[in-house]
């Protein structure tokens, strides 16, 4: 199967070769065609980053890549979920690299997975939308608040760093005992619920109420 980074390569490869023709035929064109063409153009490039996914649908590999393909709203995170890999790539570190790669990879396989999903529209919605928010909130692509620092179990050496970003859905990162992770915003009827597959969070006029891997701990701000 075509890697992320094999695919993300190829689209923009193609994206260049077509400006390239592009700039050639334009040069042969009268001032008044011209504004018929760029007027074509923006309204071509608008619907392509709108709704064109970055996968080959020719070649659609899964049946959640073929939803993709006929879905206006996922071929739109598809390729948002493309533009910010790209980013996060280029901030990353060369350690960073090779996680990022394997990371995306893992998060391929978790949304194919949605084939098997009650609601698989849904579920591969949720999976794009958390997959972009959480390398926004890695990499810091996007307004963030804090750090702020909590004491758990009132022992000042047991410390937790929480830090949230303004992404969509909202995340929050974490770092506790030498591990950070990134949890998504959740509801609640009063404070501030965060969680994921290794962490929640629930706070509350400086208050937490923590599971950290399954263990439970009551922390404060400092």
């Known amino acids: 199967m075509e890697s992320f980074s094999d695919r993300q390569a190829s689209f923009i490869r193609g994206a260049e070769a077509n400006d390239k023709r592009c700039r050639l035929n334009i040069r042969k064109l009268t001032p008044g065609l011209l504004v018929i063409v760029f007027s074509l153009a923006g309204w071509r490039d608008g619907m392509a980053q709108g709704t064109a996914p970055s996968i080959d649908c020719a070649r659609a590999a899964t049946a959640v890549e073929e939803m993709v393909c006929r879905d206006s709203t996922l071929a739109s995170l598809d390729r948002k979920l493309v533009e910010v890999y790209a980013t996060a790539s ?115 006029q400086g208050e937490a109420s923590v599971v950290w891997f399954g263990r439970s701990m009551k922390c404060a701000t400092r």
């Not at 391929?108 to 849904?122: F, P, Y």
Request: glycine fraction near 6%; include cysteine.
């Open 90 to 204: 280029k901030a990353a570190t060369s350690e960073q690299k090779n996680r990022l790669a394997a990371d995306q990879q893992r998060w391929l396989n978790e949304r194919d997975g949605c084939a098997k999903s009650s609601d698989k529209n849904a579920c591969a919605k949720e999976r794009y939308m958390q997959r972009i928010a959480d390398l926004q909130a890695q990499f810091k692509l996007v307004t963030s608040h804090g750090p702020f620092h909590f004491v758990c179990n009132n022992d000042p050496a047991n410390a937790l760093v929480a830090q949230y970003f303004d992404t969509e859905p909202a995340t929050a990162r974490f770092t506790h005992d030498g591990r950070t992770v990134t949890a998504f915003i959740q509801r609640s009827g009063s404070g501030a619920r965060y969680g994921g597959p290794s962490v929640s969070y629930w706070e509350h």
